[in-house]
């Protein structure tokens, strides 16, 4: 059972670059969400999508693009990366948005 | 705005005291209260709490909802250092609002608990 996974787990890139996480979940869970977590502010939700091809804003979404063709994958672009999106980025899934989420492990990323 | 604040930011004790960690919040159409875990990794679960005055245990952890007072507090008894950890409160909301099933999160308790 491997639950939710996310990759890359770690990753440089250059200021301009565009990258894509990855978030992938097994559990067939309609809600899924992307949050990045920076020393100070928690975590933080960038989006979310409550189905597939259903997504909406959360609370920091300027400078990041998100998909979910298909209920398990929910890939994170940022498209024209910035120092300021250095950080963890944190996929998390539940059943109905109703309980409790659970979270992948995690993609460091680190803007240059 | 919707806030989750968190006190205190950071926290150092010795193994086997009692430790109490505070999250008050303003949200709209608040549904539940949960509690997470975080070592250096994904944050886990610890606790929801959705009923003012219910108390949820689990082992040494405890917490407990004031939806009339808007806090939540949790308790580590006979701390160890495996408890040591960022420990994350969370709000969520009633279905019907445009936030339903988003999380929001406070800055996080720092746990440092020393042999």
């Known amino acids: 059972d491997a639950g939710i996974t996310q990759s890359p787990r770690y990753k440089i890139t250059e200021t301009g670059r565009q990258v894509t996480l990855m978030c992938h979940q097994t559990w067939s869970h309609s809600y899924m969400f992307w949050y990045r977590q920076d020393l100070g502010h928690g975590l933080r939700l960038i989006y979310y999508s409550a189905a597939a091809d259903i997504t909406d804003k959360g609370e920091v979404p300027d400078g990041y693009v998100v998909s979910r063709s298909k209920t398990e994958n929910f890939p994170l672009t940022l498209e024209s990366a910035t120092r300021s999106q250095t950080s963890v980025y944190f996929c998390?899934?539940?059943?109905?948005?109703?309980?409790?989420?659970?979270f992948g492990p995690g993609t460091r990323l680190l803007v240059l | 705005e919707d806030k989750v604040v968190q006190s205190p930011l950071s926290l150092v004790v010795h193994e086997g005291d009692t430790v109490t960690l505070n999250c008050s919040y303003e949200v709209t159409n608040f549904r539940s209260l949960l509690w997470y875990k975080q070592e250096k990794k994904a944050p886990t679960f610890l606790f929801m709490l959705?009923?003012?005055?219910i108390e949820k245990k689990s082992g040494r952890l405890s917490s407990i909802l004031d939806k009339k007072e808007l806090f939540s507090i949790l308790n580590i008894t006979a701390t160890q250092t495996g408890d040591s950890a960022v420990y994350l409160c969370?709000?969520?909301?009633?279905?019907?609002?445009?936030?339903?099933?988003?999380?929001?999160f406070g800055q996080g308790t720092i746990l440092t608990v020393h042999p």
């Open positions: 998390a899934s539940s059943w109905t948005g109703m309980e409790t989420q659970y």
């Open positions: 969370a709000v969520d909301r009633r279905p019907g609002g445009t936030s339903y099933g988003k999380l929001t």
């Open positions: 959705t009923s003012s005055g």
